[in-house]
């Protein structure tokens, strides 16, 4: 032991919390989480630290809808916690964020990045929520076995075109709202099992009740190992406790399928949350990270 930084000490990994990233992979990569900012009824939050998932979803009870929207971080937000890791001896910053066609997130953290003597790089994921936070755990696996910048970002790249997405919006209202699918009709009586992979926003299928929304959903996820024979993870999410139910049977119904090797479970925070609504629940699926 020579008592030096190993190069995986001095690179800090950077995302925003629309990653949606857990607990376990934070500390797991000693991942720094900026907060986004959610603004319910006037009032503005810090996403995790101010306001959690049970928190904000308190606000639509009694089936009221609130006023609510998302912000991105602040540039000043971004220098404090690139300060604080330069601080603690990192040399190279990974900042990995929401796609910046969703969110300015990314160009604030380009923007703070010239505030600090390290070198900071950006990177757009082209994703959002837990995608994001697949695309951390991935950076964190090349940053550990040595990799630099260009290998996470010819391995995220690679990675997005191989994730994909399948969920249920609880409140259609604010997906229409907020803009982030504004392509799709979402009936009020039909349910609507959305998916997104390959850059492509669809209806999936429209079943009438909820619990065959399970079935789609699992169906979507086993279709993955047609073209990812090495394996998948699967990241289960969850809104509030009316979609706990629907979340666990999603997971249950994929437990010790063959190839599966995987399934991690998350909550739908409130930057997510913010454009679904309580009852959201779906998955994410991706290659395993090995």
Do not use: K
């Not at 000490?9 to 950077?14: E, F, Q, S």
């Not at 040399?91 to 703070?112: D, F, K, L, P, V």
């Not at 690679?158 to 997405?165: D, H, I, K, V």
């Not at 979507?220 to 999410?237: C, D, F, H, N, Q």
């Amino acid at each position: 032991m020579t008592g030096e930084p190993t190069r995986s000490a001095t690179i800090g990994l950077v995302t925003d919390s629309n990653s949606q990233l857990t607990s376990e992979l934070a500390a797991r990569f000693d991942v720094e989480v900026v907060p986004m900012t959610i603004t319910i009824d006037g009032d503005e939050y810090a996403e995790g630290v101010d306001l959690d998932a049970d928190g904000f979803y308190a606000h639509f009870d009694g089936g009221r809808t609130p006023e609510v929207a998302t912000s991105q971080p602040s540039p000043g937000t971004f220098v404090e916690v690139y300060r604080r890791l330069v601080g603690r001896g990192c040399t190279e910053i990974w900042s990995i964020h929401i796609a910046e066609a969703m969110s300015g997130t990314a160009g604030s953290a380009r923007i703070a990045a010239g505030s600090v003597d390290v070198p900071v790089h950006v990177i757009d994921t082209g994703s959002a929520s837990f995608g994001v936070a697949a695309c951390v755990w991935a950076a964190g696996v090349v940053r550990d076995r040595g990799g630099d910048a260009d290998d996470v970002r010819r391995r995220i790249d690679g990675f997005m075109s191989r994730l994909g997405t399948a969920f249920m919006v609880g409140v259609p209202l604010l997906t229409e709202r907020g803009g982030r699918a504004p392509e799709l009709e979402l009936p009020g009586e039909a349910i609507s099992v959305i998916a997104m992979d390959g850059g492509e926003v669809r209806v999936l299928e429209q079943v009438s009740t909820i619990e065959d929304t399970v079935d789609v959903m699992s169906t979507y996820a086993t279709s993955w190992l047609e073209r990812e024979p090495a394996g998948v993870t699967v990241a289960v999410g969850t809104a509030d406790e009316p979609s706990r139910d629907l979340s666990g049977r999603l997971a249950a119904a994929l437990t010790d399928v063959p190839g599966i090797d995987h399934i991690v479970h998350y909550r739908v925070g409130p930057s997510v949350g913010a454009h679904t609504g309580p009852g959201t629940f779906g998955l994410f699926v991706f290659p395993t990270i090995r």
